[in-house]
């Protein structure tokens, strides 16, 4: 199982950025998939989360209106797009298998939000 997240970077606040999380190594589209995030010297924050189809996503209240997540089940990739970006976004992002018992973690991709 793989998980390889990218897209990361700096952005001014206000900004948009796309995250990207390619898989492979399992059946991806029998799997919820959730982007976690982790801000400098913090815990780790629940960001978003989609159903195996893409039928149903939920979202963290700090996010909710300026984030949206999907996924391609023939690319079996899950994508995270971020607009309105601000400061307190700044964080690394991971992708993860699962909802409740995320099993599979990517290593992440670095978003910085400065101006």
């Known amino acids: 199982v793989q998980l390889v997240e990218s897209g990361g970077g700096l952005v001014q606040p206000g900004g948009s950025l796309r995250l990207s999380c390619a898989t492979s190594?399992?059946?991806?589209?029998?799997?919820?998939m959730t982007w976690v995030r982790q801000a400098p010297g913090k815990g780790l924050e629940w960001v978003s989360s989609i159903y195996s189809d893409g039928s149903n996503t939920y979202y963290a209240d700090s996010v909710k209106g300026r984030f949206t997540i999907s996924r391609d089940n023939a690319k079996n990739t899950v994508y995270l797009q971020m607009n309105s970006l601000k400061s307190e976004d700044t964080a690394l992002y991971y992708c993860a298998r699962g909802l409740y018992d995320m099993d599979y973690w990517g290593k992440g991709t670095l978003v910085t939000i400065s101006s």
């Open positions: 190594g399992f059946t991806f589209r029998t799997y919820y």
